[in-house]
């Protein structure tokens, strides 16, 4: 046992020796007369202490037992609930429905065999005008029980790991509506102070700093102000404001949506939205924003009118080439969606095209769980559970996934060991899919003017940290030239070669891809001292290691006025976007092609649409590649600005260079990325000077010139 856990089992200990005797100091009546002030009061915790203690002392007023179970069950202490109700789960006449809410605590405490045959004894004798509403409910909740048996049976799913989010981001307040804005920031809405406010937090050498309140955000006084979520296009927050009218209570609380629009520097003013979504007799709260064309979908949850029961989720949209808020009236996300239950937490994966949301009106292994959904609006396939360990007997909710698509956040008030021993509040948890297999980088150390392998080598692995700093991991010596290490997933890596009389070589690489990929690493060229020249053409050794999985852009931090240049994706990996190709490549060299007359450029076959085949001359970079750039004769360069595996020229980073010249695109058909290229320069220092002003002003540093002669690639300029 852990010095922690050892520490906690003796605090418990001593706590109940002392609850104990107070318990015996007090009469019956005593602590009945303060646990129904303590009950008027919201107290609802110290409430169900004093009624049970003094249902223990008089076992025949059975409204005690009700009564502190009734507390138990608003607090989620789950157990203690079932624990009392035990002694009234037949009193259907007393207590309406009594017989289901024992059974659905034993449910939730994880006693499945128990829930079921509660949940059986009970409609069985239910005699309610409503019975076949209640039978419909009864056997969703016996489906979930067995679901949660097979489960259990088969064990979590072995490839998502799920940590509890430690101090100080969890405390024993409530924290929920994770928001991660790339690997290492996360926005969340915590209880911490006296009302909920979204914090940001940051992960700097693997552990969490202290959140703080966003400096750019509007101040919004007394309310709670929580549940934010940032659009595609990082030009509008949308987030709830919640009335202080009672003790905050989750979904008991009403809620609505407001939203702010990023104006150069700062935000501006909150604006409510419209009545018709802001209904004043309902809670609207949890906004999920997508964007799809020219349209933004706002998805969010709400009690109002015209729904299936309960929360329901809901959608409205707007025209994204206005700026206003007015959106069209909400609309039901439909029957496959919603159930006479709650459903809630929407999130929309654009990747995937599917819709995560929590319900208690579907089949759960508790009460509410995670569920997800392929469709858009109120189109969609039938709902699945995504099982455990995400889900659990107690409440899961605010399923997010993180911009990289391998990790991601929930939320929950399960137990977790000894870090969390209570399921009276909600804590943030976070998961990544763990790789099948151990993760290695490989690779091969050459001598570049013999193109041989260089036994001998020195090569280290070093672990890069998001603050300049870096970690020596594992050091060889390659007897064969080759070389290989263990890795760890979501990290970042530098692999550095040396060898005496060469001069060092280094490539930096990242894992996050670690999903598609097992083996990473690159082969290393070693520059003998003696045989320095500068050499015209010729590749630098290469940058990033082989395997790379990237999407196109990730959210900027919205607290970041000048984010971009911090945040946004460049050609280095530690925002997991993009990749620099300056890769070697042991493919074979490709034959000279016959030279045309006209213009004097090699004869290439060129389609229709004006696109054509083109192989790279250099050694180290002789892809094929497919391109409609324009060709012309003699030498000339580009601006290799960054590679992508989905290009986007509307995309923002690419505005601040346009001034300087032409983006083109080469398809790396290989690799299946996309190179783009700013055109085009007829003298090497006029693309110099082009480069010095790009490498300032935009989020390229790693750009660099690419010599062209005749219409085909050489080659890297040093």
């Known amino acids: 046992?852990?010095?922690?856990?050892?520490?906690?089992?003796?605090?418990?200990?001593i706590a109940s020796q002392a609850l104990a005797q107070q318990e015996k100091d007090m009469s019956w009546h005593k602590h009945f007369k303060l646990a129904e002030k303590l009950y008027e009061k919201s107290q609802y915790a110290d409430a169900a202490w004093h009624y049970r203690a003094a249902f223990r002392q008089k076992t025949r007023r059975k409204e005690l037992a009700y009564k502190a179970g009734e507390c138990y069950f608003i607090i989620r202490d789950y157990h203690n609930a079932a624990d009392m109700w035990q002694h009234v789960k037949d009193q259907e006449k007393l207590y309406p429905l009594i017989g289901l809410k024992y059974a659905r605590m034993l449910k939730q405490d994880g006693r499945y065999q128990e829930a079921i045959e509660a949940f059986s004894e009970f409609i069985q004798r239910y005699e309610g005008t409503d019975r076949e509403v209640i039978?419909?409910?009864?056997?969703?909740?016996?489906?979930?029980?067995?679901?949660?048996?097979?489960?259990q049976a088969q064990g979590p799913d072995p490839s998502i790991a799920v940590t509890h989010l430690p101090e100080p981001v969890n405390t024993p307040?409530?924290?929920?509506?994770?928001?991660?804005?790339?690997k290492d920031i996360l926005y969340f809405s915590s209880?911490?102070?006296?009302?909920?406010?979204?914090?940001?937090?940051?992960?700097?050498?693997?552990?969490?700093?202290?959140?703080?309140?966003?400096?750019?955000?509007?101040?919004?006084?007394?309310?709670h102000y929580c549940n934010g979520t940032l659009s595609p296009d990082q030009k509008r927050f949308y987030f709830t404001i919640c009335k202080s009218v009672e003790s905050w209570g989750g979904l008991t609380t009403r809620c609505e949506i407001y939203v702010i629009k990023r104006v150069g520097d700062t935000w501006s003013t909150p604006e409510r939205l419209r009545d018709y979504i802001n209904q004043p007799d309902a809670t609207t709260t949890h906004p999920c924003v997508v964007h799809k064309d020219n349209t933004e979908i706002l998805y969010f949850a709400s009690n109002r009118e015209g729904g299936k029961g309960g929360m329901d989720i809901w959608y409205t949209t707007r025209d994204l080439r206005s700026n206003d808020i007015d959106f069209t009236y909400p609309i039901n996300a439909g029957p496959d969606i919603n159930t006479m239950g709650d459903e809630i937490t929407p999130w929309y994966d654009t990747r995937t095209g599917q819709l995560y949301f929590a319900s208690n009106g579907h089949v759960s292994l508790g009460g509410l769980d995670i569920f997800r959904a392929q469709g858009a609006k109120?189109?969609?396939?039938?709902?699945?559970?995504?099982?455990?360990?995400?889900?659990?007997?107690a409440d899961d909710f605010f399923y997010i996934e993180a911009p990289s698509g391998k990790s991601g956040f929930f939320v929950s008030n399960r137990t977790f060991d000894v870090e969390k021993i209570t399921t009276t509040h909600e804590d943030i948890f976070s998961f990544t899919r763990q790789p099948k297999v151990q993760l290695?980088?490989?690779?091969?150390?050459?001598?570049?003017?013999?193109?041989?392998?260089?036994?001998?080598?020195?090569?280290?692995?070093?672990?890069?940290?998001?603050?300049?700093?870096?970690?020596?991991?594992?050091?060889?010596?390659?007897?064969?030239?080759?070389?290989?290490?263990?890795?760890?997933?979501?990290?970042?890596?530098?692999?550095?070669?040396?060898?005496?009389?060469?001069?060092?070589?280094?490539?930096?690489?990242?894992?996050?891809?670690?999903?598609?990929?097992?083996?990473?690493?690159?082969?290393?060229?070693?520059?003998?001292?003696?045989?320095?020249?500068?050499?015209?053409?010729?590749?630098?050794?290469?940058?990033?290691?082989?395997?790379?999985?990237?999407?196109?852009?990730?959210?900027?931090?919205?607290?970041?006025?000048?984010?971009?240049s911090?945040?946004?994706?460049?050609?280095?990996?530690?925002?997991?976007?993009?990749?620099?190709?300056?890769?070697?490549?042991?493919?074979?060299?490709?034959?000279?092609?016959?030279?045309?007359?006209?213009n004097n450029l090699p004869a290439i076959?060129?389609?229709?649409?004006?696109?054509?085949?083109?192989?790279?001359?250099?050694?180290?970079?002789?892809?094929?590649?497919?391109?409609?750039?324009?060709?012309?004769?003699?030498?000339?360069?580009?601006?290799?600005?960054?590679?992508?595996?989905?290009?986007?020229?509307?995309?923002?980073?690419?505005?601040?260079?346009?001034?300087?010249?032409?983006?083109?695109?080469?398809?790396?058909?290989?690799?299946?990325?996309?190179?783009?290229?700013?055109?085009?320069?007829?003298?090497?220092?006029?693309?110099?000077?082009?480069?010095?002003?790009?490498?300032?002003?935009?989020?390229?540093?790693?750009?660099?010139?690419?010599?062209?002669?005749?219409?085909?690639?050489?080659?890297?300029?040093?």
Not at 135 to 151: F, N, P, R, S, Y
Not at 192 to 220: C, D
Not at 382 to 393: A, H, I
């Open 191 to 223: 209880t911490v102070g006296t009302r909920a406010e979204i914090y940001r937090t940051q992960k700097i050498n693997n552990r969490w700093i202290k959140p703080i309140v966003p400096q750019s955000f509007p101040q919004i006084p007394n309310d």
């Open 135 to 151: 039978t419909d409910i009864v056997q969703t909740e016996i489906k979930g029980c067995e679901l949660a048996l097979t489960l």
């Open 566 to 598: 911090q945040y946004a994706p460049t050609t280095t990996l530690s925002n997991d976007t993009d990749v620099d190709t300056t890769q070697p490549n042991n493919a074979s060299q490709s034959t000279s092609h016959n030279t045309s007359e006209k």
């Open 378 to 393: 109120s189109q969609w396939d039938p709902p699945k559970n995504v099982g455990t360990p995400l889900n659990s007997p």
């Open 1 to 13: 046992m852990s010095r922690i856990a050892l520490l906690t089992l003796i605090l418990s200990t």
């Open 173 to 182: 307040e409530t924290e929920f509506a994770p928001l991660p804005i790339s």
């Open 440 to 564: 290695i980088a490989n690779g091969e150390i050459f001598d570049k003017q013999k193109e041989q392998l260089l036994p001998g080598a020195t090569v280290r692995l070093y672990q890069l940290n998001n603050d300049g700093t870096r970690k020596l991991l594992a050091s060889l010596t390659t007897p064969d030239g080759f070389y290989q290490f263990d890795i760890e997933p979501e990290q970042q890596y530098r692999i550095e070669a040396e060898a005496e009389s060469y001069l060092p070589g280094s490539y930096e690489f990242n894992t996050d891809d670690y999903i598609d990929f097992q083996e990473y690493g690159a082969p290393i060229y070693l520059e003998p001292m003696d045989a320095i020249a500068d050499e015209p053409g010729t590749e630098l050794p290469p940058a990033i290691g082989t395997h790379m999985h990237h999407a196109d852009a990730i959210p900027t931090d919205p607290d970041l006025p000048d984010s971009n």
């Open 605 to 718: 076959a060129i389609g229709e649409d004006g696109t054509y085949i083109m192989r790279g001359r250099s050694k180290y970079d002789s892809y094929e590649v497919l391109t409609n750039a324009k060709r012309f004769p003699g030498t000339y360069y580009k601006i290799q600005l960054i590679a992508v595996k989905h290009f986007n020229p509307e995309h923002p980073r690419y505005q601040p260079i346009k001034e300087w010249g032409e983006l083109e695109t080469e398809y790396i058909i290989e690799k299946k990325l996309t190179r783009v290229l700013l055109a085009r320069f007829f003298s090497l220092e006029e693309a110099q000077a082009v480069l010095d002003e790009v490498r300032k002003v935009s989020p390229f540093q790693r750009a660099f010139i690419v010599e062209y002669e005749d219409g085909e690639r050489i080659g890297r300029v040093r």
